[in-house]
């Protein structure tokens, strides 16, 4: 701990320390409380001002399209949340004339269709559940139920679907396209809480919207098995004003009251809760709403849950704390702003295929930040069509890959079936997920 955390002491302490007990024991007693004071001040949710968001988009089904003259119309059997200017990709449309390699601007915008200038014959409203695009260049991530929305937080809806975005400077937005109830969740992992187990805790978050939904604020416990937890911690959502029933192993510890929202920012808390459920190895803390307007929109900030029995100042952590957090749980080779499936070459991997032409043969290995635990590894090809389970050798072949010596700290990429094209390199994409 740096020196800078402690009063001044007397002169030359260090040289005469050895020889005055007093001293010695002033000293471990002024140590001691500088550590309590600090635990207490250790916010155990991760990326609490939603600033971190790695998964950045949804992949959405086309339903329908049209082109007419020069613009093209695509109907997604969802709210997309897509809006005028945003770049939408779109890829492996059984008619590939829609398709977008590098994406392309949106010209006008609904909730279930957009349209962009593109290329072709004029073609009227046609049936394309094989289609698919994605949002490529803004944070926008459609949630329904037990959906990731900024990084470790998870939404939880009744039915409802839910539009998340970053804001301005910090925090997150929900838009709700229903009047039903939804919420989020952080889940604790276990080895950032063992040692707080024993005292008291405190939450509070900061948040806002456009109408007036009211919420609450709850601090639960999973007594199941470590890091094992069930997401969608929601059994029933219950009438309005009730609190809704928890998934089998969750437990309520505490709910603050219900606090009617408005456009001015008002932080609810929650304060001096003790675990009282017996052999508890996670807890979480659950925001829901109740009162919930179509269209309304909520912003979130200023999340924490803190080892103490008050909800102290929040202090805010640096935007690279916050990144090297969340990527102790999901990190991927593509840049932030592009979501897994995106055709992009930017930050994929390529080994030399001079090695592992055979089956099981190992191409090379790949250093990962390390991780909370061993991940669950997804391969995904870089060039159109972005293949699952395959990377692309330079002739342009997608050959099938697969992760292997798997640890916190790197995977090894190898063929999973041989192939005999002479190539001199392979590439591809990975995603790493090692959430609880």
Request: proline share 4%.
């Amino acid at each position: 701990m740096p020196f800078s955390y402690f009063p001044p002491l007397p002169e030359n302490i260090w040289g005469n320390i050895g020889g005055n007990i007093e001293i010695q024991s002033d000293l471990i007693e002024l140590i001691d409380n500088k550590l309590e004071e600090t635990n207490k001040r250790n916010n155990l949710l991760i990326n609490p001002n939603f600033k971190i968001w790695q998964r950045v988009a949804n992949e959405f089904e086309i339903v329908n399209r049209s082109r007419l003259s020069n613009v093209a119309t695509l109907e997604t059997s969802v709210p997309h949340g897509f809006q005028t200017t945003d770049v939408a990709q779109v890829t492996q449309m059984s008619d590939s004339s829609y398709d977008t390699t590098s994406g392309e601007t949106i010209i006008v915008v609904d909730d279930t269709s957009f349209r962009y200038y593109s290329s072709g014959s004029d073609e009227s409203e046609t049936s394309e559940a094989d289609g698919k695009c994605i949002i490529t260049n803004r944070t926008s991530i459609v949630a329904t139920d037990s959906t990731f929305v900024a990084d470790r937080w998870i939404a939880l809806s009744d039915a409802n679907t839910l539009i998340a975005t970053t804001t301005e400077q910090t925090g997150m937005q929900i838009e709700s396209i229903d009047d039903t109830k939804f919420g989020f969740i952080q889940i604790v992992p276990n080895l950032y809480l063992s040692p707080s187990l024993v005292g008291k805790f405190s939450t509070s978050v900061q948040l806002s919207s456009n109408s007036n939904a009211s919420v609450k604020v709850a601090i639960l416990s999973w007594n199941g098995v470590s890091d094992s937890t069930t997401n969608d911690v929601v059994s029933s959502w219950n009438s309005e004003g009730t609190n809704p029933t928890l998934a089998t192993n969750w437990h309520y510890e505490g709910v603050s009251d219900s606090i009617e929202l408005s456009e001015t920012q008002t932080k609810i808390k929650l304060e001096d809760i003790e675990i009282s459920t017996s052999d508890v190895t996670n807890i979480a803390v659950f925001v829901w709403f109740d009162g919930v307007t179509a269209g309304e929109n909520i912003t979130i900030n200023e999340a924490q849950l803190l080892p103490n029995n008050s909800a102290l100042e929040f202090i805010p952590n640096t935007y690279q704390f916050d990144l090297d957090e969340c990527l102790k749980f999901y990190q991927k080779s593509y840049v932030n702003r592009f979501a897994p499936t995106t055709i992009s070459k930017n930050g994929k991997i390529v080994f030399p295929t001079s090695f592992g032409t055979d089956s099981g043969g190992a191409f090379g290995s790949v250093s990962i930040t390390p991780m909370y635990k061993p991940p669950l590894i997804s391969l995904i090809g870089a060039n159109n069509p972005p293949e699952l389970g395959k990377w692309q050798v330079s002739t342009g072949t997608n050959i099938p890959v697969i992760a292997d010596n798997i640890s916190e700290n790197s995977f090894s990429i190898k063929n999973d079936a041989g192939f005999t094209v002479s190539t001199n390199s392979i590439s591809g994409h990975y995603v790493c997920s090692a959430e609880i």
